[in-house]
């Protein structure tokens, strides 16, 4: 079976798979990897959690393994700069580069190297492609982010920034029971404003990868319009499941995500 690397976004732990992880070992997926964003919780940019994120990804992929990566949020960010440079025509010279920290192991012929099946963006808080291709025209994040974000001084990020009309149990976590809400809101940590705010320098889904953009059609952080602006993009190549669910459904609907990167990954 594939290998299936899973991040988290903004302000989440890698805990939020945990039962989507579960389902996945019932069903013989034994290989997950749930990555921990060194940008929640410090002041960690978005380099590190990329690196976070890649590394796990050429270690799996220089042992044989296909990989899936799925990114829920702002991690589907980093799932997509992670794949950067790794499309099957260029992991050779990619392999022969010696990147620190990462295998510089090239393949030789008794041992194939895996390849990325795909990315699973799950509400996916994604760069436009003019982010990249025209980056003057990407607009500040302080005035396209959601109203509940509060931009503290020190460069931390929070979702606490009207709390009487915007709780998390109302933009992340509206599909799930009130006592997983009261849980999975004591468990949020502030974000780094050097992460979110980074520029992007690649878009992995105008044809490079398979790529499959989850909305939820519950969900108040990215609603479904606003993710159809991601899809009708000129160029964007996606398959586009719609689930019963909120911002964040692999607490409230971890069946449904186990089968859908199942079926990505060639499964089921």
Request: glycine letters at 8%.
């Amino acid at each position: 079976t594939p290998a299936i690397v899973l991040v988290p976004g903004a302000f989440h732990q890698a805990s939020v798979y945990d039962k989507v992880i579960r389902i996945l070992h019932r069903d013989h997926y034994d290989d997950t990897t749930a990555i921990s964003l060194p940008s929640v919780g410090s002041l960690a940019g978005r380099e590190p959690d990329i690196e976070a994120t890649r590394h796990v990804v050429i270690k799996k992929l220089s042992a044989g393994k296909d990989v899936l990566l799925v990114g829920n949020s702002y991690g589907g960010t980093v799932i997509g700069e992670a794949v950067k440079g790794l499309k099957e025509s260029e992991v050779e010279p990619y392999a022969r580069s010696g990147t620190p920290g990462l295998s510089s192991r090239t393949p030789s012929r008794s041992h194939a190297r895996g390849r990325i099946l795909g990315l699973v963006f799950i509400s996916g808080y994604i760069p436009y492609i003019t982010d990249v291709t025209h980056p003057e025209t990407k607009p500040n994040i302080l005035t396209v982010s959601p109203s509940f974000f509060r931009f503290a001084p020190d460069g931390k990020v929070y979702w606490d920034n009207d709390l009487v009309n915007f709780p998390p149990q109302k933009t992340f976590y509206n599909a799930l029971d009130p006592r997983g809400q009261e849980v999975w809101t004591r468990r949020l940590r502030f974000s780094s404003f050097e992460a979110l705010a980074a520029n992007a320098t690649y878009i992995p889904y105008t044809g490079d990868f398979k790529c499959t953009y989850v909305i939820g059609e519950r969900d108040n952080s990215i609603p479904p319009a606003f993710a159809q602006t991601y899809i009708d993009q000129p160029g964007a190549k996606f398959e586009v499941v719609r689930l019963d669910a909120d911002h964040v459904p692999m607490l409230s609907r971890p069946e449904d995500v186990a089968r859908l990167i199942k079926k990505a990954a060639g499964g089921e």
